[in-house]
C-alpha cells in the first residue's frame, strides 16, 4: 500500500521524466567542510612520508613495518583522489553532480564543499557562447581549433561546469518578420532571464541556453506579425474581434509583454524564468524603408495643412463676423469672396505674401 500511495503522488512542479521514472531537483545540504577535508590530507601526506620512511628502514625486522610502509605508500599514490570531491561555490552559483550517470542532487550557495570525489559536474552548456551577459565560464575555456579537411575541431580543456543562478540579458539578434498587413520590419528584443531550476535546465533539455534563444525568435515571429507597424483601420491585435488602435511602434510595452509571456510559457519546461523582455530595435527592413518615409511625411504634410487651412478659415470667419458688426465696411457677396480668396492666400500660403495696394477707390 504504500508503494502504491508514493506511485499516485502527484508530481510537483519541479519535477521532471527521465526514462519514464519521476525526479525531483535535490538540493545538497552537504556542510561546507571542504577546508576541513584540505587540512586532514595535507597533514596525513605530512605524516605519511616519514612514517613510510620508517617503515622501510624496520621492514626487514617487523610484519607491521611492511604493513605500515605500504599503507604510507598507497596513501601517497591514491589519496589525492579526496581532492577531487574538493567544490568551490560563489554567491549565485549552482552545481549539479551525477554518481556513474545517476542524478545525486545540486550544490547552491558560496562555500568550499566536499563530496563524493567519483561525482561529476554536469551542465551541457557551460561552453555555449550566446549574446549575452552573465556566462559562468567567463574566460576560462580554451579552446584549441584543429583543422580536418575541411572541418574544424574544437577541444575543450577545463570548461566551467558551473551553472549561473544570476539574471542574464540576452540579446538576440535582429530579425526580419512580416507585421500584420505584410510589411517587412526589422526588430530586436532583449530578454532578462535567469534559472530557477537546475535539474530541468540540465536534463529536460539538450542545451537550455541555445534552446532559449530558439524559443525568442519563435515567440517573437508569433507576437509581431499580429501587430500593424503603425496604427492601421480595421486590425484586431487583442484577438476579441474588436478593431483597435494596436501597433509596434505605439504600443511597445504591450507588445513586450505578451512577448515575455509567450517566452515564459516555451521555456518553464527547462527551469528557465524570463524576468523582462524589452523591444531594443524597430524599424521597417530597407527595401521598403524608403517608400514608407515617403509616406509618412506625406501624411505629417497633410496633416499640417490641414490645420493651417482651419485656422485660415476661422481668422476669415472671425475678420468678416467684426467688419459687419462694427460697420466698418459694406461689402457685396462678390467683394466677400474676393476677400476671402486673399485672405486664405495669405495665412495659407508658404511664402510672406505682398499685396499689391489700389490707393484708388474702393471699387
Same mark, same amino acid.
Given at each position: ?25 535535490? *538540493? ?24 613510510? +620512511?620508517?617503515? %622501510?628502514? =624496520? ?10 610502509? /605500504? ?55 557551460? &561552453? ?17 581549433? #584543429? ?29 526580419? #518578420? ?12 532583449? $530578454? *532578462? ?8 535546465? /540540465?536534463?529536460? $533539455? ?45 504600443? &511597445?510595452? #504591450?507588445?513586450?509583454?505578451? +512577448?515575455?509571456?509567450? *517566452? ?14 524589452? *523591444? ?9 524603408? %524608403? ?8 501624411? %505629417?504634410?497633410?496633416?499640417?495643412? =490641414? ?21 466698418? $465696411? ?6 466677400? %469672396? ?26
Amino acid at each position: 500500500m504504500k508503494n502504491q500511495s508514493l506511485s499516485q503522488k502527484k508530481p510537483s512542479r519541479s519535477d521532471y521524466k527521465i526514462g519514464g521514472l519521476i525526479m525531483k531537483e535535490k *538540493i545538497l545540504t552537504t556542510k561546507k567542510n571542504g577546508m576541513g577535508v584540505l587540512i586532514l590530507y595535507i597533514l596525513l601526506d605530512i605524516v605519511s612520508i616519514p612514517l613510510m +620512511i620508517f617503515g %622501510a628502514a =624496520k621492514m626487514d625486522k617487523e610484519p607491521v613495518f611492511v604493513a605500515l610502509f /605500504v599503507i604510507c605508500l598507497l596513501w601517497l599514490c591514491i589519496g589525492w583522489i579526496l581532492l577531487l570531491g574538493l567544490k568551490v561555490l560563489k554567491p549565485q552559483e549552482a552545481l549539479v553532480l551525477t554518481l556513474f550517470g545517476k542524478y545525486v542532487g545540486t550544490l547552491k550557495g558560496d562555500g568550499f564543499y566536499w563530496v563524493n570525489p567519483f561525482c561529476t559536474a554536469v551542465n551541457p552548456a557551460a &561552453s555555449t557562447k550566446l549574446r549575452q551577459s552573465g556566462d559562468v565560464s567567463g574566460e576560462r575555456p580554451s579552446l584549441m581549433g #584543429i583543422k580536418s579537411g575541411e572541418e574544424s575541431v574544437n577541444i575543450q580543456f577545463g570548461v566551467d561546469k558551473r551553472i549561473s543562478l544570476k539574471m542574464m540579458t540576452l540579446n538576440n539578434n535582429k530579425q526580419k #518578420i512580416n507585421d500584420c498587413l505584410g510589411n517587412p520590419i526589422e526588430i530586436g528584443i532583449a $530578454v *532578462i532571464w535567469r534559472v530557477t531550476d537546475t535539474a530541468k535546465a /540540465v536534463f529536460d $533539455v539538450d542545451n537550455y541556453k541555445e534552446y532559449l534563444s530558439l524559443q525568442c525568435d519563435t515567440a517573437l515571429r508569433n507576437i509581431v506579425r499580429l501587430y500593424p507597424y503603425d496604427v492601421a483601420p480595421n486590425v484586431d491585435t487583442t484577438g476579441d474581434g474588436v478593431a483597435d488602435e494596436g501597433s509596434l511602434r505605439g504600443s &511597445s510595452e #504591450i507588445v513586450a509583454q505578451r +512577448i515575455k509571456e509567450e *517566452i515564459q510559457s516555451r521555456v518553464k519546461n527547462a527551469g528557465i524564468e524570463i524576468v523582462e523582455a524589452r *523591444i531594443t530595435y524597430l524599424a521597417y527592413a530597407p527595401e521598403i524603408a %524608403a517608400a514608407m518615409l515617403q509616406r509618412q511625411q506625406a501624411s %505629417a504634410v497633410v496633416d499640417a495643412r =490641414k490645420l493651417i487651412v482651419d485656422g485660415a478659415v476661422g481668422m476669415v470667419e472671425m475678420a468678416l463676423e467684426q467688419l459687419s458688426e462694427k460697420n466698418v $465696411v459694406e461689402l457685396d457677396d462678390e467683394r466677400k %469672396a474676393a476677400m476671402v480668396s486673399n485672405l486664405l492666400v495669405v495665412l495659407c500660403g508658404n511664402h510672406d505674401a505682398q499685396p499689391v495696394v489700389n490707393s484708388g477707390s474702393l471699387y
